[in-house]
């Protein structure tokens, strides 16, 4: 019987986030991954010999060495998708180069994260930006980028609310773990006894991301959500999972029940075929003390999409500020499961065909 699943590379497969990207793919039903690309550093070592992550590596994989995929080995591959967990300031020119020779490539870095023509896809939130592609194509790859991990969970979190309270200002502080540094991250002697208030670059991104992704698109662009976004970054001593304080100012009065209700029952992909989806996508907790990185940051419901799920809690509605914590695993819905659940959709969305050659 022959495989329909579609070719796929990851490339930066050695690091953190590419080694989530291996983990979620190793047995997707619509992926085949059949390379594992990484830099100098890593180059002909074992998956097993650099491996990082708490579970270990997928038995398949184990054993396999890592190496350089250029476009014309990945063409010998038939690979025509390409996970990039790439390191951002060197991922844009070699992801340019791959989708004008036709590969399509769903990237974690943030090169191309504000890029006009290339979607940043949350697929719950901006499925339709998915469109930004069909006008740019012409015969290249499909290029689409998932956001910035803290911007990620805080859209999910506050796109059944924008309706419903017509924000006129969002305040947001984020408590970041040390894996969202990548590995090694941060120095023990650092964070040990510590908060380190400041993440580079990160106030940025989040509050220009988060705005793209909740514009609406207009006449083939994205019209930015004209809201102030005023944001706080630290870096606290968790292993995993970014926990958010959110307050919202709002220009409309819903009840508290309309306001619950509303995260409740958002869930715009059910029905829809796409594996790595949570059902729900976002997770009410309803205890004072919840939710906390060891026992949320796993969310998600079915098995394939654990850790896809956004933890929201301590919701206070004092009008016009609506204030709650929301919780998201900075590595799988921030990260690697994010692009992951982008390229189910392009493939859903007839942009991915099975076994189709790279560069045909």
Request: aromatic share 6%.
């Amino acid at each position: 019987m022959t495989d329909a699943r579609v070719p796929v590379a990851v490339l930066g497969a050695s690091g953190y986030i590419g080694q989530h990207f291996v983990r979620l793919l190793a047995d997707h039903p619509s992926f085949d991954l059949v390379a594992l690309g990484s830099g100098e550093r890593s180059l002909g070592r074992r998956l097993e010999d650099v491996w990082q992550l708490t579970d270990a590596p997928p038995v398949a994989f184990a054993r396999r060495r890592l190496e350089r995929w250029g476009p014309a080995a990945l063409r010998q591959r038939r690979v025509g998708v390409v996970f990039s967990a790439l390191p951002s300031g060197s991922a844009g020119t070699v992801e340019t180069g791959l989708v004008r020779r036709g590969v399509s490539v769903f990237t974690n870095a943030a090169d191309h994260r504000m890029d006009p023509s290339v979607p940043l896809l949350v697929p719950e939130v901006n499925a339709d930006h998915l469109r930004l592609v069909a006008r740019h194509r012409r015969g290249r790859g499909l290029l689409v980028a998932n956001p910035n991990c803290s911007a990620t969970g805080l859209v999910v979190g506050l796109a059944p609310l924008l309706p419903l309270l017509a924000p006129k200002a969002v305040h947001v502080t984020t408590y970041q773990s040390l894996s969202g540094a990548g590995y090694p991250g941060v120095p023990s002697l650092a964070i040990t006894d510590n908060v380190v208030p400041f993440v580079e670059e990160e106030e940025e991104k989040v509050a220009r991301e988060a705005a793209r992704i909740l514009g609406p698109l207009r006449r083939g662009r994205v019209a930015p959500l004209s809201v102030p976004f005023v944001v706080h970054c630290a870096r606290v001593g968790t292993r995993e999972g970014h926990l958010e304080a959110v307050t919202v100012e709002a220009a409309r009065r819903p009840s508290i029940d309309e306001i619950r209700q509303a995260f409740r029952s958002f869930d715009p992909l059910r029905g829809r075929a796409l594996p790595s989806a949570p059902h729900p996508p976002i997770e009410l907790r309803r205890e004072p003390d919840r939710p906390q990185p060891v026992r949320d940051r796993w969310a998600g419901h079915p098995p394939r999409a654990r850790g896809m799920a956004v933890v929201v809690g301590r919701v206070r509605w004092d009008p016009p500020y609506l204030r709650f914590f929301l919780l998201s695993h900075n590595a799988v819905r921030g990260g690697a499961g994010a692009s992951v659940l982008n390229s189910e959709l392009a493939l859903e969305e007839g942009l991915l065909r099975p076994s189709e050659p790279a560069g045909r």
